[in-house]
């Protein structure tokens, strides 16, 4: 079966920096996706990732690595707005999006 | 710009009720989705259209209907609601061409439907 695996909660300072996982199994790959989702709102899209290496956005950085079914999303100088869920999904060889369970990132001060 | 919008935001409603949830895009992107999102879970796939005119069943497609007949309209149907179709249910969009191609998701906000 395709399983997207990241952590359920994270916890984390202001003005620090902290990078949340994603693993996944799937049947073939068209690219990785990071979203970011405020409690009660709609997820907004961050990053999308379809070669290895990193990808720089401002404070927000995103990695994949193909071979190793891995990615990560990087958060620099972390802002109590900062505080959301962080949903990774994958494209797979019907191009059809996997979606992890998302990741609860709490900031504290 | 609106974006996407759905309608209605929050709805209770009895087991055994017909509910349509309404989307309406002014993108003119070709392609739109509709997700559940349950605890725990991540978003799972109810039905989705690349075209005006065409629809798909995604993961989750029992009990539920839509249909597409113009570019911006995408409403989702539910036939007699029962209490497992309780969730938050999101109406998304993308400018894609071919099926599932698809670069950046627009979400609308959302619609909570609490069935009893």
């Known amino acids: 079966g395709q399983n997207i695996d990241q952590p359920t909660e994270m916890t984390a300072t202001e003005g620090a920096i902290v990078q949340i996982n994603c693993t996944y199994q799937?049947?073939?790959?068209?690219?990785l996706f990071w979203y970011q989702q405020h409690a009660g709102e709609a997820p907004t899209f961050l990053s999308y990732?379809?070669l290895d290496g990193l990808e720089e956005k401002g404070r927000f950085s995103s990695f994949l690595s193909r071979s190793k079914g891995y990615s990560y999303l990087l958060l620099k100088e972390l802002q109590m707005k900062d505080s959301a869920s962080y949903l990774c999904?994958?494209?797979?060889?019907?191009?059809?999006?996997?979606w992890g369970a998302g990741t609860k990132l709490i900031i504290k001060p | 710009i609106a974006g996407i919008t759905q309608a209605p935001t929050s709805q209770i409603l009895a087991a055994g009720r017909r509910m349509t949830l309404r989307c309406t895009q002014d993108?003119?992107?070709?392609?739109m989705y509709w997700y559940r999102q349950d605890l725990g879970l991540g978003l799972r796939l109810i039905h989705y259209?690349?075209?005006?005119?065409?629809?798909g069943k995604g993961e989750v497609p029992d009990g539920y209907s839509v249909s597409r007949a113009n570019t911006d309209d995408f409403p989702l149907t539910l036939a007699s609601a029962v209490p497992s179709q309780t969730s938050v249910y999101f109406c998304?969009?993308?400018?894609?061409?071919?099926?599932?191609?698809?670069?950046?998701?627009?979400f609308g906000e959302g619609s909570r439907l609490t069935v009893l």
């Open positions: 998304a969009s993308s400018d894609s061409s071919t099926e599932f191609t698809t670069g950046e998701l627009f």
């Open positions: 999904a994958v494209m797979d060889s019907n191009y059809q999006l996997i």
């Open positions: 259209s690349n075209t005006a005119g065409t629809t």
């Open positions: 990732n379809v």
């Open positions: 993108m003119r992107h070709n392609a």
């Open positions: 799937t049947s073939g790959f068209n690219g």
